[in-house]
């Protein structure tokens, strides 16, 4: 898929058939993750694959708006690492850009996704350090619900002209 499309006609996905995701699929959105940029090309991250059940229960109870992932046959935990932090308090935003790219990678090869906020949410973070075990260098920072997408939608308009300024804020 050409890549401004891709762009424009990701949308977060909540329904998912119950077919599995090829490890080879993973594989390749967890890639391009690992490609997003980070500040000083520091790549803070590490990724964890679920399948197991019993997991996704546990994590649905963590956060409250989680409910797809009954559906979803897998999800990614996005994970920051402060120890390879070289930029501090930088690490959200790379994390950020692994995350969309997930989102993007997955929609080009046919999969449908559902960020779930979980940094800056302190409750959420402890619970889901709990669940994981993360040691106290390892902050989670987003969920994404991955599969085959069971739903369709629209492309929303959202291009706002009134939103973009040039060379300086004020109009005149
Ligand atoms: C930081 C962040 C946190 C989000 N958290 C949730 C969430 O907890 N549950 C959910 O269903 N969607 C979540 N979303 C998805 C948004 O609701 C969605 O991106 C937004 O409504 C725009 O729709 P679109 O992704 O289809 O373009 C989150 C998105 C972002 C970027």
């Known amino acids: 898929m ?7 006609t990701r949308r977060s996905i909540r329904k998912f058939k119950q077919e599995k995701v090829a490890e080879k699929q993973i594989e390749t959105v967890l890639k391009a993750a690992m490609y ?18 019993r997991l996704k229960e546990q994590i649905k109870q963590a956060h409250p708006h989680a409910k797809m992932l009954s559906d979803s046959p897998a999800a990614i935990l996005v994970c920051g690492d402060k120890n390879l932090e070289l ?4 690490w959200p935003v790379d994390c ?15 999969l449908g996704t559902v960020w779930l906020g979980i940094h800056p949410r302190t409750e959420r973070k ?16 987003s969920l ?9 939608k629209e492309v929303p308009e959202r291009f706002r002209p009134d939103r973009i300024k040039r060379n300086r804020w004020e109009e005149y």
């Open 144 to 152: 994404v619900a991955i599969g085959m997408p069971d739903e369709e």
């Open 96 to 110: 950020a850009a692994a995350t969309q790219n997930i989102l993007l990678a997955a929609h080009a090869i046919g």
């Open 126 to 141: 402890k619970a889901i350090r709990e669940i994981f075990g993360l040691p106290d260098n390892i902050e989670p920072f």
């Open 2 to 8: 050409e890549a401004i499309e891709n762009i424009l």
């Open 87 to 90: 930029s501090p308090d930088y």
């Open 36 to 53: 997003a940029p980070s500040a000083r090309n520091e790549q803070p991250w590490h990724f964890i694959v679920i399948d197991d059940s």
